[in-house]
Protein backbone atom coordinates (compact mmCIF):
# COMPACT_ATOMS: atom_id res chain seq x y z
CA UNK A 1 0.00 0.00 0.00
CA UNK A 2 1.11 3.25 -0.95
CA UNK A 3 2.53 4.95 2.39
CA UNK A 4 0.47 8.15 1.61
CA UNK A 5 -2.92 5.87 1.61
CA UNK A 6 -1.40 4.11 5.11
CA UNK A 7 -1.11 7.39 6.91
CA UNK A 8 -4.30 8.56 6.19
CA UNK A 9 -6.38 5.44 6.94
CA UNK A 10 -4.66 5.16 10.54
CA UNK A 11 -7.54 7.96 11.84
CA UNK A 12 -10.65 7.00 9.60
CA UNK A 13 -12.36 5.12 12.39
CA UNK A 14 -12.47 7.43 15.29
CA UNK A 15 -12.77 10.47 12.63
CA UNK A 16 -16.21 10.53 10.77
CA UNK A 17 -16.89 6.57 10.78
CA UNK A 18 -20.41 7.07 9.09
CA UNK A 19 -18.86 8.86 6.12
CA UNK A 20 -16.06 6.07 5.83
CA UNK A 21 -16.60 4.33 2.44
CA UNK A 22 -16.97 8.08 0.74
CA UNK A 23 -13.33 9.39 2.55
CA UNK A 24 -11.48 5.68 2.15
CA UNK A 25 -12.58 5.99 -1.66
CA UNK A 26 -11.26 9.75 -1.52
CA UNK A 27 -7.76 8.31 0.29
CA UNK A 28 -7.42 6.20 -2.74
CA UNK A 29 -8.39 7.89 -5.50
CA UNK A 30 -6.53 11.13 -4.46
CA UNK A 31 -3.34 9.43 -3.76
CA UNK A 32 -2.86 6.75 -6.57
CA UNK A 33 -4.06 9.50 -9.59
CA UNK A 34 -1.39 11.42 -10.27
CA UNK A 35 1.14 8.30 -10.64
CA UNK A 36 -1.43 5.95 -12.24
CA UNK A 37 -4.24 8.38 -13.74
CA UNK A 38 -7.31 8.71 -12.58
CA UNK A 39 -9.74 6.89 -14.84
CA UNK A 40 -7.57 3.87 -13.92
CA UNK A 41 -7.49 4.27 -10.37
CA UNK A 42 -11.12 4.37 -10.02
CA UNK A 43 -11.58 1.20 -11.72
CA UNK A 44 -9.44 -0.60 -8.65
CA UNK A 45 -10.54 1.91 -6.09
CA UNK A 46 -14.38 0.28 -5.64
CA UNK A 47 -12.62 -3.31 -4.95
CA UNK A 48 -10.15 -1.48 -2.78
CA UNK A 49 -12.54 -0.02 -0.50
CA UNK A 50 -14.54 -3.24 -0.26
CA UNK A 51 -11.76 -4.87 1.22
CA UNK A 52 -10.32 -1.67 3.74
CA UNK A 53 -14.49 -1.72 4.75
CA UNK A 54 -13.89 -5.44 5.77
CA UNK A 55 -10.49 -4.74 7.45
CA UNK A 56 -12.38 -1.54 9.37
CA UNK A 57 -15.15 -4.18 10.44
CA UNK A 58 -13.24 -6.69 11.51
CA UNK A 59 -10.90 -4.15 13.86
CA UNK A 60 -14.19 -2.98 15.32
CA UNK A 61 -15.95 -6.23 16.06
CA UNK A 62 -12.74 -8.09 17.03
CA UNK A 63 -11.70 -5.06 19.60
CA UNK A 64 -8.15 -3.67 19.71
CA UNK A 65 -4.87 -4.83 21.74
CA UNK A 66 -5.11 -8.08 20.82
CA UNK A 67 -8.36 -9.04 22.86
CA UNK A 68 -11.17 -11.56 21.63
CA UNK A 69 -14.82 -11.57 21.56
CA UNK A 70 -16.00 -13.32 24.91
CA UNK A 71 -17.88 -15.91 22.82
CA UNK A 72 -14.08 -16.90 21.20
CA UNK A 73 -12.51 -18.94 24.28
CA UNK A 74 -12.67 -22.05 24.33
CA UNK A 75 -13.68 -22.69 27.91
CA UNK A 76 -12.04 -26.00 28.53
CA UNK A 77 -8.94 -24.35 28.55
CA UNK A 78 -9.55 -20.79 29.20
CA UNK A 79 -7.82 -19.02 32.40
CA UNK A 80 -10.38 -16.88 34.14
CA UNK A 81 -8.61 -13.87 36.24
CA UNK A 82 -11.17 -11.78 38.09
CA UNK A 83 -9.55 -8.48 38.18
CA UNK A 84 -11.35 -5.76 40.04
CA UNK A 85 -14.55 -5.17 37.62
CA UNK A 86 -13.28 -7.16 34.87
CA UNK A 87 -13.79 -10.66 34.03
CA UNK A 88 -10.58 -11.75 31.92
CA UNK A 89 -10.59 -14.95 29.94
CA UNK A 90 -6.80 -15.64 29.12
CA UNK A 91 -6.11 -17.92 26.46
CA UNK A 92 -2.66 -19.89 27.76
CA UNK A 93 -1.34 -20.65 24.41
CA UNK A 94 -1.49 -17.41 22.99
CA UNK A 95 -2.02 -14.94 25.70
CA UNK A 96 -4.52 -13.27 24.25
CA UNK A 97 -7.30 -11.44 26.56
CA UNK A 98 -10.92 -11.31 26.50
CA UNK A 99 -12.36 -8.95 28.63
CA UNK A 100 -15.92 -9.27 29.83
CA UNK A 101 -18.68 -5.91 30.65
CA UNK A 102 -17.01 -3.78 33.58
CA UNK A 103 -19.92 -3.77 36.56
CA UNK A 104 -18.89 -4.60 39.68
CA UNK A 105 -16.03 -6.49 41.75
CA UNK A 106 -15.71 -9.73 41.15
CA UNK A 107 -13.64 -12.24 43.37
CA UNK A 108 -13.02 -15.84 43.22
CA UNK A 109 -14.24 -16.90 39.77
CA UNK A 110 -15.34 -20.67 39.39
CA UNK A 111 -16.52 -22.24 35.52
CA UNK A 112 -19.01 -25.52 35.94
CA UNK A 113 -18.00 -28.16 33.36
CA UNK A 114 -21.53 -26.79 31.47
CA UNK A 115 -20.20 -23.30 31.45
CA UNK A 116 -21.23 -21.16 34.21
CA UNK A 117 -19.52 -19.20 36.13
CA UNK A 118 -20.13 -18.83 39.95
CA UNK A 119 -18.66 -15.59 41.86
CA UNK A 120 -18.81 -13.24 44.55
CA UNK A 121 -19.69 -9.89 44.54
CA UNK A 122 -19.84 -6.81 46.67
CA UNK A 123 -23.40 -5.60 47.09
CA UNK A 124 -24.04 -1.71 47.58
CA UNK A 125 -20.71 -1.77 49.29
CA UNK A 126 -22.17 -3.20 52.00
CA UNK A 127 -21.87 -6.66 52.03
CA UNK A 128 -20.96 -10.28 49.41
CA UNK A 129 -23.05 -11.78 47.89
CA UNK A 130 -23.04 -15.38 45.57
CA UNK A 131 -23.94 -15.10 41.83
CA UNK A 132 -23.75 -17.15 38.86
CA UNK A 133 -23.72 -16.24 35.07
CA UNK A 134 -22.96 -17.90 31.76
CA UNK A 135 -19.24 -16.96 31.33
CA UNK A 136 -19.56 -13.63 29.79
CA UNK A 137 -20.67 -12.68 33.14
CA UNK A 138 -24.44 -12.44 30.82
CA UNK A 139 -27.33 -13.33 32.67
CA UNK A 140 -26.11 -13.27 36.32
CA UNK A 141 -28.55 -13.85 39.12
CA UNK A 142 -28.14 -13.74 42.74
CA UNK A 143 -27.90 -16.89 44.41
CA UNK A 144 -27.19 -15.44 48.44
CA UNK A 145 -29.72 -13.03 49.82
CA UNK A 146 -29.77 -11.12 53.30
CA UNK A 147 -27.53 -9.02 55.05
CA UNK A 148 -25.23 -11.43 56.13
CA UNK A 149 -21.86 -12.11 53.81
CA UNK A 150 -21.40 -15.49 51.23
CA UNK A 151 -17.96 -15.20 49.54
CA UNK A 152 -15.28 -17.98 48.03
CA UNK A 153 -17.59 -20.17 46.19
CA UNK A 154 -16.83 -22.97 44.53
CA UNK A 155 -18.64 -25.45 41.93
CA UNK A 156 -19.66 -29.58 42.66
CA UNK A 157 -18.06 -31.35 39.92
CA UNK A 158 -21.31 -32.25 38.65
CA UNK A 159 -22.63 -28.55 38.71
CA UNK A 160 -25.39 -29.31 40.83
CA UNK A 161 -24.33 -27.79 44.39
CA UNK A 162 -21.95 -24.32 45.83
CA UNK A 163 -19.65 -24.43 49.04
CA UNK A 164 -19.06 -21.14 49.92
CA UNK A 165 -18.03 -19.20 52.76
CA UNK A 166 -20.76 -16.97 55.18
CA UNK A 167 -20.55 -15.04 58.54
CA UNK A 168 -24.45 -15.69 58.76
CA UNK A 169 -23.79 -17.41 62.04
CA UNK A 170 -21.20 -14.80 63.06
CA UNK A 171 -18.29 -16.12 62.23
CA UNK A 172 -17.23 -17.24 58.69
CA UNK A 173 -18.04 -20.96 58.78
CA UNK A 174 -18.54 -23.25 54.96
CA UNK A 175 -21.83 -23.73 53.54
CA UNK A 176 -23.19 -25.31 50.80
CA UNK A 177 -26.11 -25.00 48.42
CA UNK A 178 -27.94 -26.31 45.33
CA UNK A 179 -27.31 -24.37 41.85
CA UNK A 180 -30.25 -22.16 41.88
CA UNK A 181 -29.16 -21.23 45.61
CA UNK A 182 -32.12 -23.57 47.67
CA UNK A 183 -31.37 -25.74 50.55
CA UNK A 184 -28.43 -23.82 52.45
CA UNK A 185 -26.44 -26.05 54.97
CA UNK A 186 -23.70 -25.25 57.08
CA UNK A 187 -21.00 -27.93 56.62
CA UNK A 188 -18.80 -26.88 59.61
CA UNK A 189 -18.55 -24.59 62.64
CA UNK A 190 -15.21 -22.38 63.23
CA UNK A 191 -16.48 -21.51 66.71
CA UNK A 192 -14.09 -18.71 66.85
CA UNK A 193 -12.24 -19.00 64.40
CA UNK A 194 -12.83 -18.11 60.33
CA UNK A 195 -13.17 -20.10 57.69
CA UNK A 196 -12.55 -19.16 53.92
CA UNK A 197 -12.05 -20.37 50.55
CA UNK A 198 -13.63 -24.01 50.55
CA UNK A 199 -12.16 -26.38 47.03
CA UNK A 200 -14.57 -29.47 46.41
CA UNK A 201 -12.56 -32.24 45.55
CA UNK A 202 -12.76 -33.60 41.61
CA UNK A 203 -14.38 -36.71 42.56
CA UNK A 204 -17.08 -34.48 44.70
CA UNK A 205 -16.51 -36.69 48.14
CA UNK A 206 -14.92 -33.89 49.91
CA UNK A 207 -14.10 -30.32 50.59
CA UNK A 208 -10.65 -28.13 51.57
CA UNK A 209 -11.22 -25.13 53.23
CA UNK A 210 -8.85 -23.08 55.08
CA UNK A 211 -9.66 -22.21 58.76
CA UNK A 212 -8.09 -19.49 60.87
CA UNK A 213 -5.74 -20.13 63.79
CA UNK A 214 -7.31 -17.78 65.88
CA UNK A 215 -9.98 -14.59 65.80
CA UNK A 216 -7.26 -12.20 64.33
CA UNK A 217 -6.12 -14.79 61.17
CA UNK A 218 -2.90 -14.11 62.06
CA UNK A 219 -2.20 -18.00 60.71
CA UNK A 220 -4.56 -19.88 58.21
CA UNK A 221 -4.41 -23.71 58.38
CA UNK A 222 -5.40 -26.12 55.54
CA UNK A 223 -8.39 -28.41 56.87
CA UNK A 224 -10.56 -31.58 54.80
CA UNK A 225 -14.02 -32.45 54.89
CA UNK A 226 -16.16 -35.05 53.43
CA UNK A 227 -18.86 -33.22 51.23
CA UNK A 228 -21.63 -33.35 54.00
CA UNK A 229 -19.46 -31.68 56.89
CA UNK A 230 -18.22 -34.63 58.76
CA UNK A 231 -14.59 -36.46 59.05
CA UNK A 232 -13.17 -32.73 59.66
CA UNK A 233 -9.42 -33.20 59.44
CA UNK A 234 -6.58 -30.50 60.37
CA UNK A 235 -3.86 -30.84 57.68
CA UNK A 236 0.21 -29.81 58.95
CA UNK A 237 -0.18 -27.01 56.51
CA UNK A 238 -0.18 -23.09 57.38
CA UNK A 239 -1.27 -21.08 53.83
CA UNK A 240 -2.21 -17.26 53.05
CA UNK A 241 -5.83 -16.78 53.24
CA UNK A 242 -5.76 -17.81 49.63
CA UNK A 243 -7.62 -20.09 47.34
CA UNK A 244 -6.76 -23.61 47.12
CA UNK A 245 -7.01 -25.77 44.27
CA UNK A 246 -6.60 -29.82 43.80
CA UNK A 247 -4.86 -31.33 41.22
CA UNK A 248 -7.25 -33.37 38.55
CA UNK A 249 -7.32 -36.24 39.91
CA UNK A 250 -7.81 -35.37 43.09
CA UNK A 251 -4.56 -36.74 45.02
CA UNK A 252 -2.23 -32.96 45.57
CA UNK A 253 -3.49 -30.02 46.72
CA UNK A 254 -1.62 -26.44 45.58
CA UNK A 255 -1.75 -23.74 47.91
CA UNK A 256 0.02 -20.40 48.03
CA UNK A 257 1.67 -19.15 52.08
CA UNK A 258 1.51 -15.61 49.99
CA UNK A 259 5.00 -16.07 48.78
CA UNK A 260 5.55 -19.19 47.00
CA UNK A 261 3.49 -22.05 45.42
CA UNK A 262 3.08 -25.17 47.16
CA UNK A 263 1.59 -28.36 46.42
CA UNK A 264 1.01 -31.62 49.00
CA UNK A 265 -0.74 -34.84 49.05
CA UNK A 266 -4.36 -34.14 49.63
CA UNK A 267 -4.37 -36.67 52.80
CA UNK A 268 -2.19 -34.56 54.24
CA UNK A 269 1.07 -36.96 54.70
CA UNK A 270 4.07 -35.58 52.94
CA UNK A 271 6.03 -32.81 53.11
CA UNK A 272 4.70 -30.07 50.69
CA UNK A 273 6.76 -29.01 47.33
CA UNK A 274 7.62 -25.33 46.64
CA UNK A 275 7.50 -24.98 42.77
CA UNK A 276 7.99 -21.04 42.98
CA UNK A 277 11.29 -19.71 44.22
CA UNK A 278 10.50 -16.40 46.25
CA UNK A 279 10.93 -13.93 43.03
CA UNK A 280 7.94 -12.48 44.01
CA UNK A 281 4.42 -12.87 45.58
CA UNK A 282 3.29 -16.48 43.82
CA UNK A 283 -0.60 -16.48 44.44
CA UNK A 284 -3.80 -18.02 43.79
CA UNK A 285 -2.74 -21.24 42.03
CA UNK A 286 -5.11 -23.10 39.79
CA UNK A 287 -4.63 -26.65 38.06
CA UNK A 288 -4.31 -26.74 34.35
CA UNK A 289 -7.04 -29.86 33.35
CA UNK A 290 -4.63 -32.29 32.16
CA UNK A 291 -2.81 -31.70 35.47
CA UNK A 292 0.32 -31.04 34.25
CA UNK A 293 0.64 -27.09 34.86
CA UNK A 294 -0.11 -24.84 37.81
CA UNK A 295 -1.17 -21.48 36.72
CA UNK A 296 -0.38 -18.36 39.59
CA UNK A 297 -0.59 -14.36 39.46
CA UNK A 298 2.56 -13.37 40.09
CA UNK A 299 4.19 -9.26 40.74
CA UNK A 300 7.12 -10.38 39.78
CA UNK A 301 9.23 -7.03 38.52
CA UNK A 302 6.13 -5.22 40.28
CA UNK A 303 4.00 -5.99 37.30
CA UNK A 304 1.41 -8.37 38.05
CA UNK A 305 1.38 -11.40 35.67
CA UNK A 306 -0.25 -14.75 34.98
CA UNK A 307 2.53 -17.34 35.22
CA UNK A 308 2.51 -21.21 34.39
CA UNK A 309 4.85 -23.73 36.06
CA UNK A 310 5.29 -27.88 35.67
CA UNK A 311 3.27 -29.45 38.14
CA UNK A 312 6.33 -31.57 38.57
CA UNK A 313 8.56 -28.65 38.85
CA UNK A 314 10.78 -26.08 36.85
CA UNK A 315 11.14 -22.93 35.85
CA UNK A 316 7.94 -20.41 35.64
CA UNK A 317 6.62 -19.39 31.98
CA UNK A 318 4.86 -15.92 32.08
CA UNK A 319 1.39 -16.19 29.94
CA UNK A 320 -0.27 -13.12 30.22
CA UNK A 321 1.01 -9.73 31.18
CA UNK A 322 -1.62 -8.08 33.24
CA UNK A 323 -0.22 -4.59 33.53
CA UNK A 324 -2.16 -2.09 36.22
CA UNK A 325 -3.83 -4.65 38.06
CA UNK A 326 -1.47 -5.23 40.68
CA UNK A 327 -3.85 -4.58 43.77
CA UNK A 328 -6.81 -6.08 41.82
CA UNK A 329 -6.10 -9.36 41.17
CA UNK A 330 -9.31 -11.76 43.11
CA UNK A 331 -8.50 -15.23 42.08
CA UNK A 332 -8.37 -17.62 38.92
CA UNK A 333 -9.57 -20.75 37.47
CA UNK A 334 -8.11 -23.01 34.93
CA UNK A 335 -10.42 -24.27 32.48
CA UNK A 336 -13.53 -27.25 33.10
CA UNK A 337 -12.39 -30.18 34.52
CA UNK A 338 -14.72 -33.86 34.54
CA UNK A 339 -15.83 -35.25 37.59
CA UNK A 340 -13.60 -38.01 38.99
CA UNK A 341 -14.44 -41.22 40.25
CA UNK A 342 -12.99 -42.69 43.73
CA UNK A 343 -12.61 -41.06 47.08
CA UNK A 344 -9.11 -39.34 48.21
CA UNK A 345 -8.48 -41.63 51.71
Known amino acids: MDPRVHERLAGLVDDHPIDVESRLRRVYVDAAAPRYG ?74 SAQGRIVYSQ ?79 SPDGGKIAFLRSLGPEGRAWIVWTMNADGSQIVRLPLIASPDQLAWSPDGTELAYSNGQDVYVVAANGRGQPVALTGKEGNDVSPAWSPDGTKIAFLSDRGNETALYAVAAAGGSAVKLADLPGLLRRMNGIDWGTQPAQQGAVT
Not at 143 to 171: C, E, H, M, V, Y
Open 38 to 111: RSAVMTAAAAAVAVALLVLLCTVFLGREGERPVAAPDLRQTILVAAGDRLLHVDPGEGEITRTASTAEVYSPDL
Open 122 to 200: EIDGAHWAVFVADADRSDPRQLTLGSSNAQDPSWSPDGTKIAFASDRGGNYDIFAMNADGTGVARLETANKSQSYHPAW
